[in-house]
Every structure is written in C-alpha cells, then in structure tokens.
C-alpha cells in the first residue's frame, strides 16, 4: 500500500503563490507518473499537471505558464508550485500516483493512489 499526504494548501490573494507539497509513504517505488489533480465545488475532479519519473511534464491548460511541477524521486515527493493564483483556481488539490502508465496522463482513472486533498482557497 501506499499512503499520500498532502499540504501547503490555504487561503491567498488573487496574484499570490502556494506551493503544495506530496509525500509518499508505504511501499516506496519510483512511480511512473505523479501528479495533481484539483475539484471544485460541484465540478468533476479535473488533471492539472503530471510529471513523469523520466522527466516529462505535461499542464492543463488553465493552469500552464503559471504552475510548475517537480518531484524529488529519492524522497517519493512531488510538489506542485502555483504562481499568479486565481478565483478560478479555488478547489481542493490531490495529488496521485499512477503505479504504472497506461497511455493516458490526464484522466483520475489512470492513477492507483491518492491523497485526502489539500483546499486552496483565492479571494478576489
């Protein structure tokens, strides 16, 4: 088994930075993709980056130019710094990890594991 743990979620000023962290715990493995999913309130969860233990990255959309993800391997932690933060941005951020890669990054049911959530919450 493997257990997450996210934190570093709160509340900021639209234009203000976060950086969210993820540890991994249990089983340790260099998982073949981690990544950050967020789901606001009465919204599905939806991808918002994923970094690839060779090194690939990939970003919604919505967010690319303002998050940056990173992971440390030999601490099981990826991290997920968010920049020039949004109202729209407001949600709760999980993180994932997807024990092996299935061809599809950006959907939840390609990750086997996953964090409690972490809130983020950007005031206007």
């Known amino acids: 088994q493997v257990q997450l743990v996210e934190s570093g979620g709160g509340l900021v000023q639209a234009g203000g930075s976060l950086r969210l962290s993820c540890a991994a715990s249990?089983?340790?493995?260099?998982?073949?993709?981690m990544g950050w999913f967020r789901q606001a309130p009465g919204k599905e969860r939806e991808f918002v980056a994923a970094k690839f233990s060779g090194g690939g990255t990939y970003y919604a959309d919505s967010v690319k130019g303002r998050f940056t993800i990173s992971r440390d391997n030999a601490k099981n932690t990826v991290y997920l710094q968010m920049n020039s933060l949004k109202p729209e941005d407001t949600a709760v951020y999980y993180c994932?990890?997807?024990?092996?890669?299935?061809?599809?990054?950006?959907?939840?049911?390609?990750?086997?594991?996953w964090g409690q959530g972490t809130p983020v919450t950007v005031s206007s």
């Open positions: 249990g089983r340790t493995f260099s998982a073949p993709i």
């Open positions: 994932a990890i997807a024990t092996y890669y299935s061809g599809i990054y950006y959907t939840t049911s390609s990750y086997d594991y």
